[in-house]
T-cell receptor
Framework: KAGVTQTPRYLIKTRGQQVTLSCSPI?????VSWYQQTPGQGLQFLFE???????NKGNFPGRFSGRQFSNSRSEMNVSTLELGDSALYLC????????????FGAGTRLSVL | GENVEQHPSTLSVQEGDSAVIKCTYS??????FPWYKQELGKRPQLIID?????GEKKDQRIAVTLNKTAKHFSLHITETQPEDSAVYFC??????????FGTGTSLTVIP
């Protein structure tokens, strides 16, 4: 069974631009969560999607948004990029919402110049 | 929201010794506590988890204990090996798949 797939693996953007990251969950998994990982703040929860609906949201500004498609694939968008948005963005998939084991993807490394 | 603290931030042990990493959480409603191992440049991988209705869980050389009264949980690795060297993260969940992570412990096992 294929694992969680994130694309692209690396991105370089400049301040003010926007970016879209993609996450394909494990086959059969319907919940996708997104996390931001930085050396200073560690792993911080962004949001969770299940059945195309946002179920939980972390403490991030509205520039961070996401969506989920009917095939459970999810995208995350960051608008008006700031230098501080440079991070590893990880998505994790679970069978369903509720408290479940999460399996992480390899992440997308975003650098904002 | 939930706050998870993790100690120590770095830990060095001799091969064959035991390693213990401790985490505390603030919200008594937290009910699921996973531990992840992240090797350099790799994705976090679940190594063990425990739910709030269980006090201890063991899987070969790895064990986790949970003290709900004190709101802390610990990871125990026995007979450490060089391949155990990695960053370990604890996490707590109150609801859904919203995990609150500790800041990580960098474990080095010295051969």
């Amino acid at each position: 069974k294929a694992g969680v797939t994130q694309t692209p693996r690396y991105l370089i953007k400049t301040r003010g631009q926007q970016v879209t990251l993609s996450c394909s969950p494990i086959s059969g998994h319907r919940s996708v969560s997104w996390y931001q990982q930085t050396p200073g703040q560690g792993l911080q929860f962004l949001f969770e999607y299940f059945s195309e609906t946002q179920r939980n949201k972390g403490n991030f500004p509205g520039r961070f948004s996401g969506r989920q498609f009917s095939n459970s694939r999810s995208e995350m968008n960051v608008s008006t990029l700031e230098l501080g948005d440079s991070a590893l963005y990880l998505c994790a998939s679970s069978l369903r919402t509720g408290v479940n084991i999460q399996y992480f993807g390899a992440g997308t490394r975003l650098s904002v110049l | 929201g939930e706050n998870v603290e993790q100690h120590p931030s770095t830990l060095s042990v001799q091969e064959g010794d035991s390693a213990v990493i401790k985490c505390t959480y603030s919200d008594s409603a937290s009910n699921y506590f996973p531990w992840y191992k992240q090797e350099l440049g790799k994705r976090p991988q679940l190594i063990i988890d425990i739910r709030s209705n269980v006090g201890e869980k063991k899987d070969q050389r790895i064990a986790v204990t949970l003290n709900k009264t004190a709101k802390h949980f610990s990871l125990h690795i026995t007979e450490t090996q060089p391949e155990d060297s990695a960053v370990y993260f604890c996490a707590a969940s109150i609801r859904g798949n919203q995990f609150y992570f500790g800041t990580g412990t960098s474990l080095t096992v010295i051969p």
